[in-house]
């Protein structure tokens, strides 16, 4: 069984930056997609960033383009999420999945990942 930890969220100012970090463990190997969502009070799940272990692909959702990047650690089954001149609309709970797969093209939808953190706070106040 694969968990999934993130680490990073709390409370910044507008303008602010906020660094969050997932790290797996339990039964992992091989290569994954690595996915950021996020969920607002009242909003669906939506994606945020993803990158693909084998071929090191990035994909982010049109908001946080130029303002969040991602990151993995090829040491281990971990990944971060940067995001810079945060916005009060990026007030949500942020979570990290994990797909096991082998491809270039990340994945941008929720159900394509089976692990799922429980989530990380991030509060940006205007």
């Known amino acids: 069984q694969v968990q999934l930890i993130e680490s990073g969220g709390g409370l910044v100012q507008a303008g602010g930056s906020l660094r969050l970090s997932c790290a797996a463990s339990g039964r992992t190997s091989g290569t994954y997609i690595m996915g950021w969502f996020r969920q607002a009070p009242g909003k669906e799940r939506e994606f945020v960033a993803a990158v693909s272990w084998s071929a090191g692909t990035t994909a982010f959702a049109d908001s946080v383009k130029g303002r969040f990047t991602i990151t993995k650690d090829n040491a281990k089954i971990a990944g971060a999420l940067q995001m810079n001149s945060l916005k009060p609309e990026d007030t949500a709970i942020y979570y990290c999945?994990?797909?096991?797969?082998?491809?270039?093209?990340?994945?941008?939808?929720?159900?394509?990942?089976?692990?799922w953190g429980r989530g990380t706070q991030v509060t940006v106040s205007s």
């Open positions: 999945a994990l797909e096991p797969a082998l491809r270039s093209n990340p994945y941008t939808f929720a159900s394509s990942y089976i692990h």
